[in-house]
């Protein structure tokens, strides 16, 4: 059974930065994508940002230029700068990783952007 651990949440002002990693049980370097995914009450869960097997990357357009994603394939981890964040950006994210056609979900971290 794969997990996924995530870490690096917190409150933080609106401008500032945080940085998230995803620390995975197994090798991600048989993993399809790898992904951010955040959820904020009331809202649908929504992909912020992926990483595919080829090192190609996708954001979504409220994130885009202020956050980036990076895996460390020693390390069987996969990160999420934030930066620029804004209010809007509080959620709690979740790391999600899929091997083959199964996808693993961690338990998510709570990121508070204070205005």
């Known amino acids: 059974q794969v997990q996924l651990v995530e870490s690096g949440g917190g409150l933080v002002q609106a401008g500032g930065s945080l940085r998230l990693s995803c620390a995975a049980s197994?090798?991600?370097?048989?993993?399809?994508?790898m992904g951010w995914y955040r959820q904020a009450p009331g809202k649908r869960r929504e992909l912020v940002a992926g990483?595919?097997?080829?090192?190609?990357?996708n954001y979504a357009d409220s994130v885009k230029g202020r956050f980036t994603i990076s895996r460390a394939n020693t390390k069987n981890t996969v990160h999420l700068q934030m930066d620029s964040l804004k209010p809007e950006d509080t959620a709690v994210y979740l790391c999600?990783?899929?091997?083959?056609?199964?996808?693993?979900w961690g338990q998510g971290t709570q990121v508070t952007v204070s205005s």
């Open positions: 999600n990783a899929v091997w083959s056609t199964v996808a693993y």
């Open positions: 990483i595919y097997s080829s090192g190609s990357t």
């Open positions: 197994g090798s991600i370097l048989s993993t399809n994508f």
